[in-house]
């Protein structure tokens, strides 16, 4: 599999920082997954090979990780926080209205392959719930309203 020139140098450069091989494993799962938008089969064998481990034992790692995936989502992920903060703020209620403004459920993408949704535990905005991220982009404090807005925001993005 080929990566990005990019990617090439930052893998290289890293393995220079690491005392071993295996070490960055985790951000050069991130780096892949956003390169290539979810990590492959191809990819992941890819990746064991450079970092001298099985696929099995890279998958092992991709399991544990929440914000790591073997499957395409859309092109913006939405992940809604419902943990303790979040929730008595409202945020199961911006997932409901999330669910029901996107037509999907957890984990879903929506047809055109545009949005994903995920209910996640946490997303360390406590001090601005309810939160959610979409993508690497926090958007707090937010109402249903606000909430369209958001998601709006990112449908206008497209139309550019």
Request: proline share 5%; hydrophobic share 35%.
């Amino acid at each position: 599999m080929k990566f990005s020139d990019n990617l090439e140098k930052w893998f290289a450069e890293a393995q220079g920082h690491y005392p071993t091989k295996r070490s960055p494993l985790v951000p050069f799962l991130l780096y892949v997954q956003d390169e290539v938008g979810y990590l492959s089969d191809e990819a992941i064998v890819e990746i064991a090979n450079r970092v001298e481990l099985t696929p099995l034992e890279v998958r092992n790692v991709i399991s544990y990780y929440s914000m790591l995936r073997t499957k395409p989502i859309g092109k913006y992920n939405v992940q809604v926080c419902t943990n303790i903060c979040c929730l008595q703020r409202g945020g199961e209620d911006i997932f409901e209205h999330c669910k029901k403004t996107l037509g999907i459920g957890h984990k879903q993408t929506t047809p055109d392959g545009l949005f994903s949704l995920e209910e996640v535990e946490c997303i360390g905005a406590c001090s601005w719930a309810p939160a959610v991220q979409v993508n690497y982009d926090f958007h707090e404090n937010l109402t249903p309203e606000t909430m369209d807005a958001v998601i709006e925001s990112y449908r206008k993005r497209e139309q550019q």
